[in-house]
């Protein structure tokens, strides 16, 4: 063989491994290390309710709260980038439930379905703005299998006078 076939065949070589290397995307798990986001572990609910429930494949995760300091309906007393900001926490509070009843986010294989509920005044207009706060963590963390079929809504009120409360069905390992 010539030096040059050589040459070429090993480039070639090269290539391949190394697209292969850069194919593997990080875990959920890895993406959350990466973000800097540290799950804290969920307190057992109030009277008879779980926090998630799985039947066979899909785990139905309840409404999670932001626990934002700040309170209050968005559009009124909170912006719509603080709302997001909240969407985003009740996001981080949801995955903590996750990996608490799956042991890892690496099982969950996609996010199905959200519900956003989003503690606004009478005639707001931007819930899904505000939700868009959580998909983005979705899909921060999950790539593509973190877009989801979604609703988002305006309420009255939400427990706790907090600006947020979403949850979600996951399809899970």
Known sequence: MH???KIAIGALAGLIVCG???AQSPTPEERL???GITLRTPGAPPANRANAVRTGNLLFVSGHTSQFATKGKVGAQLTVEQGQQA???SGINLLATVRASLGS???VKRVVKVLGMVNAPEGFTDPPKVIDGFSDLMVEI???AGKSARSAIGVQALPGNDPVEVEAILEVE
């Open 142 to 144: 999950f790539g593509d």
């Open 105 to 107: 986010l690496d099982k």
């Open 87 to 89: 969407a985003r926490q």
């Open 3 to 5: 030096a040059a076939a």
């Open 33 to 35: 290390k990466q973000a």
């Open 20 to 22: 292969n290397a850069f």
